[in-house]
T-cell receptor, first 112, second 113 residues
Framework: GNSVTQMEGPVTLSEEAFLTINCTYTATGYPSLFWYVQYPGEGLQLLLKATKADDKGSNKGFEATYRKETTSFHLEKGSVQVSDSAVYFCALSESGYSTLTFGKGTMLLVSP | EPEVTQTPSHQVTQMGQEVILRCVPISNHLYFYWYRQILGQKVEFLVSFYNNEISEKSEIFDDQFSVERPDGSNFTLKIRSTKLEDSAMYFC???????????FGSGTRLTVV
């Protein structure tokens, strides 16, 4: 079956540091890949997505590239802010299906 | 910006009791979902609902669970006889199409004691 593996958290960074959160996946077909973010006390929000190999999703300074050869979709940001502190979830859905398979989530803590 | 609203935000119930978790999806959305996250574990799919019927459900969604859209605006998840292991955060989501444009609610934390 499908699965998503994310790096364990929490990830603790100082403001303006570079962020990488690793995500790898297992899927039978050609899935779409997503990053969701959950700020404290709020719901899951779509951060970015990529629907085919070599696509790059980007939003709010975050980027992730769909790497079929390494089955990865790592999240990166060049300079994090305190307001980026949240839990980040990597997820996939099989082509043509809407059900999402999530990773466990990675908590990011950014200090001033 | 339109929101998916879930109530209550936190519910405590005794084992064996029935609970109903409520969701108000975005008004022009047609597809509705429930997911849950047991503390420290993955967010897991429970069920999807379209055109007044279940379109897909996971192994977790057994006979103890049911969903309903009773009045054209609310979308409810009922757990008939709660177990300790049902304690989790339950997320409702809706989307306008079957493609992935989910909007999630902020969740209901269910604690079964």
């Amino acid at each position: 079956g499908n699965s998503v593996t994310q790096m364990e958290g929490p990830v603790t960074l100082s403001e303006e540091a570079f962020l990488t959160i690793n995500c790898t996946y297992t899927a039978t077909g050609y899935p779409s890949l997503f990053w969701y973010v959950q700020y404290p006390g709020e719901g899951l929000q779509l951060l970015l997505k990529a629907t085919k190999a070599d696509d790059k999703g980007s939003n709010k300074g975050f980027e992730a590239t769909y790497r079929k050869e390494t089955t990865s979709f790592h999240l990166e940001k060049g300079s994090v802010q305190v307001s980026d502190s949240a839990v980040y979830f990597c997820a996939l859905s099989e082509s043509g299906y809407s059900t999402l398979t999530f990773g466990k989530g990675t908590m990011l803590l950014v200090s001033p | 910006e339109p929101e998916v609203t879930q109530t209550p935000s936190h519910q405590v119930t005794q084992m064996g009791q029935e609970v109903i978790l409520r969701c108000v999806p975005i008004s022009n959305h047609l597809y509705f979902y429930w997911y849950r996250q047991i503390l420290g574990q993955k967010v897991e799919f429970l069920v999807s609902f379209y055109n007044n019927e279940i379109s897909e459900k996971s192994e977790i969604f057994d006979d103890q669970f049911s969903v309903e859209r009773p009045d054209g605006s609310n979308f409810t998840l009922k757990i008939r006889s709660t177990k300790l292991e049902d304690s989790a955060m339950y997320f409702c989501a809706s989307s306008p199409t079957a493609e992935n444009g989910y909007t999630f609610g902020s969740g209901t934390r269910l604690t079964v004691v």
